[in-house]
């Protein structure tokens, strides 16, 4: 029986437990039996017996019931694998959450792209305890990238990486580029139908796009930090831009590079047949290797399921091996 | 790091009639090629009564072929030479025009490398303006240079350079 803790239980923790509901079957056709044995977030918490659906239900009308902290849960709890699905914050408490996991033994999935700024300490720390630390979820919402990197490609030299990994400013882009319109305008429609934040500088300063780079790059063997990534964000695109572009057959993207020369976030031209001339608020990730060319891949970036499906993608892997097939 | 293309000088010899000149200009441009220069000598005439003019233009080996073919069915193409160049196309974004674009040009240009074509789009007065440059280079490396002068010079113009993502 695979122990599960969930920390974390906003929309990202939420869509793994309904999926884990929904999908029960299918899951224990593949990886054996489970059981979430605790859940806890900033409202609550709840551990013991208790069946998965009632949780859901419990935190959707308000406060989950029981009052120990989620740092009680993390260290007492008895879990073989802990889903670490808080938001992103920079005061690290989902990496301390982590590495107690894994000092206990015990393998993390994470969607939470604060282990930017600690990925290469989580990996070795995980290696040491003979646990595992899985984070596609982190990098690209549903499109697999992080096990296309470091297994799939694991015997290609990366050559370079140039992705699309923000769908905020591809929605923004894109429609700048179909409608002529200014980006304060486009951004306000945005904000309105919930694609972009209220405070938007994240994602239009190219921050969250640097964030994932920084994950993709120590995920190719890259030993990366944020405030070595060279950064312009979107900001001072004019619609003008993509007219002239468009003469020499060019489009323009937030494309975030990595090679071994440099790490760099920002508005890039792009040929309008190119595969990262990608429309609305799709994330895409092309890859150049020595041996296997290039490789590219798109898919959803963000969202309640596409973020979980990642995270049971995670949760196959790590008991692929253990399922009664 | 660059868009490889070469540079190709052919002389044509055209009837004097209107619209001869279009015919050229026509498969290059719809094959990809890029007009950099032409010599339209229209005083002097050849044995066989025709207008020799002289065309340059950067192209891709592969369309520059398919450009060759199209031409040779109306046009005596005399010769050409070819230099290999490196190209690339750069957008500036700001004030190209106030912080004195042919500043910024002469900056650019030196023996290795050169800018060859400009355009520019100015919406409204004191809004910013867009133009996109083409630079062509003797090799990779300075075309790397003349890079690396656009964003240094773009730097302290306040110009945000929109570069075209690597093809390998």
Same mark, same amino acid.
């Given at each position: 029986?695979i122990?599960?803790a969930?920390?974390?239980?906003?929309?990202?923790g939420?869509?793994v437990?309904e999926?884990?509901?929904?999908?029960r079957?299918?899951i224990e056709?593949?990886i054996g039996?489970?059981?979430v044995?605790?859940i806890?977030?900033?409202t609550?918490?709840?551990s013991g017996?208790?069946?998965?659906?009632?949780?859901?239900?419990?935190r *959707?009308k308000g406060?989950l019931p029981?009052e120990?902290?989620?740092?009680?849960?993390?260290e007492?709890?008895?879990?073989?694998?802990?889903?670490?699905?808080?938001t992103t914050?920079?005061?690290e408490?989902?990496?301390?959450?982590?590495?107690?996991?894994?000092?206990?033994?015990?393998s993390v999935?994470?969607?939470?792209?604060?282990?930017?700024?600690?990925?290469p300490?989580?990996?070795?720390?995980?290696? *040491?305890?003979?646990?595992?630390?899985?984070?596609?979820a982190?990098?690209?919402?549903?499109?697999?990238?992080?096990r296309?990197?470091?297994s799939?490609?694991a015997?290609?030299?990366? #050559?370079?990486?140039?992705?699309?990994?923000?769908g905020?400013c591809?929605?923004?882009?894109t429609?700048?580029?179909?409608?002529?319109?200014p980006?304060?305008?486009?951004? #306000?429609?945005?904000?309105?139908?919930?694609?972009?934040?209220?405070?938007?500088?994240?994602?239009v300063?190219g921050?969250?796009?640097?964030i994932?780079l920084?994950i993709l790059?120590?995920?190719?063997?890259?030993?990366? *930090?944020?405030?070595?990534?060279e950064?312009?964000?979107?900001?001072?695109?004019?619609?003008?831009?993509?007219?002239?572009?468009?003469?020499?057959?060019?489009?323009?993207?937030?494309?975030?590079?990595?090679n071994r #020369?440099?790490?760099?976030?920002?508005?890039?031209?792009?040929?309008i047949?190119s595969?990262l001339?990608?429309k609305?608020?799709?994330?895409?990730?092309?890859?150049?290797?020595?041996?296997?060319?290039?490789?590219?891949?798109?898919?959803?970036?963000?969202?309640?399921?596409?973020?979980?499906?990642?995270?049971?993608?995670?949760?196959?892997?790590?008991?692929?091996?253990?399922?009664? #097939? | 790091?660059?868009?490889?293309?070469?540079?190709f000088t052919?002389l044509?010899?055209?009837?004097?009639k209107?619209?001869?000149?279009?015919?050229?200009?026509e498969?290059?441009?719809? !094959?990809?090629g890029?007009?950099?220069?032409?010599?339209?000598?229209?005083?002097?005439?050849?044995?066989? !009564?025709?207008v020799?003019?002289?065309?340059? %233009?950067?192209? @891709?080996?592969k369309?520059?072929?398919?450009?060759f073919r199209?031409?040779?069915? %109306?046009?005596?193409?005399?010769s %050409?030479?070819?230099?290999k160049?490196? +190209?690339?196309?750069?957008?500036?974004?700001?004030h190209?025009?106030?912080?004195?674009?042919s500043?910024?040009?002469?900056r650019?240009? !030196? +023996?290795? +490398?050169?800018?060859?074509?400009l355009?520019?789009?100015?919406?409204?007065?004191?809004?910013?303006?867009?133009?996109?440059?083409t630079?062509? +280079?003797?090799?990779?490396?300075a075309?790397?240079?003349?890079? @690396?002068?656009?964003?240094?010079?773009?730097?302290?113009?306040?110009i945000?350079?929109?570069?075209?993502?690597?093809?390998?």
């Amino acid at each position: 029986m695979i122990k599960i803790a969930i920390i974390g239980f906003g929309t990202v923790g939420q869509g793994v437990a309904e999926l884990l509901v929904r999908k029960r079957d299918e899951i224990e056709k593949k990886i054996g039996k489970f059981k979430v044995v605790a859940i806890s977030d900033l409202t609550g918490s709840i551990s013991g017996e208790f069946k998965l659906e009632d949780a859901i239900e419990i935190r *959707k009308k308000g406060k989950l019931p029981e009052e120990r902290a989620t740092s009680e849960i993390v260290e007492q709890e008895d879990y073989d694998v802990m889903i670490e699905v808080t938001t992103t914050r920079l005061d690290e408490s989902g990496i301390a959450y982590m590495k107690t996991a894994l000092n206990r033994g015990a393998s993390v999935i994470t969607s939470n792209k604060s282990i930017a700024v600690a990925l290469p300490d989580l990996l070795k720390l995980a290696e *040491k305890k003979n646990a595992r630390l899985l984070y596609e979820a982190t990098v690209g919402g549903a499109m697999p990238v992080i096990r296309l990197l470091n297994s799939y490609l694991a015997l290609c030299e990366i #050559r370079s990486l140039n992705g699309i990994l923000n769908g905020t400013c591809n929605y923004i882009l894109t429609r700048m580029e179909e409608e002529g319109l200014p980006y304060s305008q486009v951004l #306000r429609e945005a904000q309105e139908m919930g694609i972009a934040e209220s405070n938007p500088t994240a994602d239009v300063e190219g921050i969250d796009a640097g964030i994932k780079l920084v994950i993709l790059a120590n995920t190719i063997g890259i030993p990366a *930090k944020f405030e070595e990534v060279e950064r312009e964000g979107i900001t001072k695109i004019t619609p003008h831009a993509f007219k002239v572009a468009m003469q020499k057959g060019f489009t323009i993207r937030l494309i975030a590079e990595a090679n071994r #020369r440099k790490l760099r976030v920002s508005p890039r031209l792009v040929k309008i047949n190119s595969p990262l001339a990608i429309k609305g608020t799709l994330n895409a990730l092309l890859i150049h290797t020595d041996t296997a060319g290039e490789i590219f891949v798109a898919g959803r970036g963000a969202g309640k399921f596409e973020t979980a499906s990642a995270i049971l993608s995670d949760l196959y892997e790590l008991f692929r091996c253990s399922g009664n #097939r | 790091m660059s868009e490889e293309s070469e540079l190709f000088t052919l002389l044509v010899e055209l009837e004097d009639k209107p619209g001869q000149l279009l015919r050229v200009l026509e498969p290059i441009a719809k !094959n990809g090629g890029n007009i950099v220069g032409i010599v339209h000598q229209r005083g002097r005439k050849t044995p066989l !009564n025709r207008v020799p003019v002289e065309i340059s %233009f950067t192209a @891709e080996s592969k369309k520059a072929e398919k450009i060759f073919r199209e031409l040779q069915d %109306f046009a005596v193409v005399r010769s %050409f030479g070819k230099i290999k160049s490196f +190209a690339i196309s750069l957008l500036l974004i700001g004030h190209v025009v106030h912080t004195d674009l042919s500043d910024t040009i002469k900056r650019i240009d !030196n +023996a290795e +490398a050169e800018c060859v074509e400009l355009n520019l789009r100015m919406p409204e007065l004191n809004q910013p303006s867009t133009a996109i440059l083409t630079i062509t +280079a003797k090799s990779e490396e300075a075309l790397e240079k003349a890079i @690396e002068r656009v964003r240094e010079i773009c730097r302290e113009k306040k110009i945000l350079v929109v570069e075209p993502v690597d093809v390998i």
